[in-house]
């Protein structure tokens, strides 16, 4: 299995502009989660889906940033408009409730908001 | 609510010492933990778990974890620390807080050649 895959790896932007990031989880993995992580504020759960439906979107900062999961092997976060203090490291994580939700993580996706 | 503490957010330790991080837990019942490893620039890679039986768990690169319910704690050991070991260590728990997991807030481990 090739693990869970992020795009980009990388993004610069302009703030103001909007931002997609995608997930593609483990092929059978039932639960889907993002992060971010910042310097200032460690590693944050900012929403997570079960079986594609939204279970907790608790941790998402404000209303500039949306989830959505439209099938089971594909996932993004969306910014709009972006802010320089979205600038952080933003992780897609899956795990199966088979595997006591044991998560597997992504590479991760480096955000710069200029 | 379940939550994590990593008392040390730093530590160093010379290449070939014994290494030992902290975790401690908060959850009523029998957690499920977890350790895993952040290297630079990379995204976290789970090094071991704990979800029954035996309470000492091996897991990938020589480390090692005791669950002790007494002291409501999980620490990760290695007897021999590697110059590749230097990263950043999160403890997690699974338990009650619906089906996520719980970090803490890491200790980065540095070591002296």
């Known amino acids: 299995d090739a693990g869970v895959i992020q795009s980009p790896r990388h993004e610069v932007t302009e703030m103001g502009q909007e931002v997609t990031l995608r997930c593609k989880p483990i092929s059978g993995h039932d639960y889907l989660f993002w992060y971010r992580q910042t310097m200032m504020r460690g590693l944050e759960l900012l929403i997570y889906f079960n079986n594609n439906v939204p279970i907790d979107d608790s941790g998402m900062p404000e209303d500039r940033f949306s989830a959505k999961m439209p099938n089971a092997s594909f996932s993004t976060l969306k910014i709009q408009p972006s802010e320089p203090r979205d600038s952080a490291v933003y992780f897609c994580?899956?795990?199966?409730?088979?595997?006591?939700?044991?998560?597997?993580f992504g590479p991760g996706t480096r955000l710069t908001v200029l | 609510a379940q939550s994590v503490t990593q008392p040390d957010i730093h530590i160093t330790v010379s290449e070939g010492a014994s290494l030992e991080l902290r975790c401690n837990y908060s959850y009523g019942a029998t957690p499920y933990l977890f350790w895993y490893v952040q290297s630079p620039g990379q995204g976290l890679q789970l090094l071991l778990k704990y979800f029954s039986g035996d309470t000492l768990v091996q897991g990938i690169k020589g480390f090692e974890a005791e669950f002790k319910r007494s002291q409501s704690s999980f620490n990760l050991r290695k007897p021999s620390v590697h110059w590749s070991d230097a990263a950043e260590y999160f403890c997690a728990v699974y338990g009650s807080s619906g089906d996520k997991l719980t970090f803490g807030t890491g200790t980065r481990l540095a070591v002296r050649p």
């Open positions: 994580a899956s795990s199966s409730t088979f595997s006591y939700n044991e998560q597997f």
